[in-house]
């Protein structure tokens, strides 16, 4: 899972505009070398209900804050009108979001 530094490299480094990928809509963000990378709004899952779907999506970094052993640091982004707010807080853990994978490359 990307830490909160790498999440937040991503929002500074990068573009991001509101498309649909796969029948699916979510936020693209774009590097200035044109790599790209796709979040869906997904939502999320409390109590067996989900909300946000389509409107908003999270993702869940490795990073855990310091103020409560149940939380952990989390990307999110919504679309509003026209315009796609980013953050970062804590929340709770028991919320169920998108988890994104990470790898590192070698460049041997």
Do not use: K
Request: charged residues 15%.
């Amino acid at each position: 899972m990307p830490t909160e530094e790498e999440l937040q490299e991503l929002w500074d480094n990068t573009t991001v505009t509101w498309t649909t990928q796969n029948g699916v809509g979510g936020a693209l963000f774009t590097a200035p070398n044109g790599n790209s990378l796709f979040m869906p709004a997904a939502g999320g899952r409390l109590d067996g209900g989900l909300y946000g779907a389509g409107t908003s999506g999270s993702c869940y970094s490795s990073t855990l804050p310091y103020y409560y052993a149940y939380a952990a640091r989390v990307f999110s982004f919504t679309l509003t009108d026209s315009y796609i707010s980013c953050h970062m807080n804590g929340y709770v853990r028991y919320i169920g979001r998108t988890v994104r994978p990470v790898r590192v490359r070698s460049h041997n």
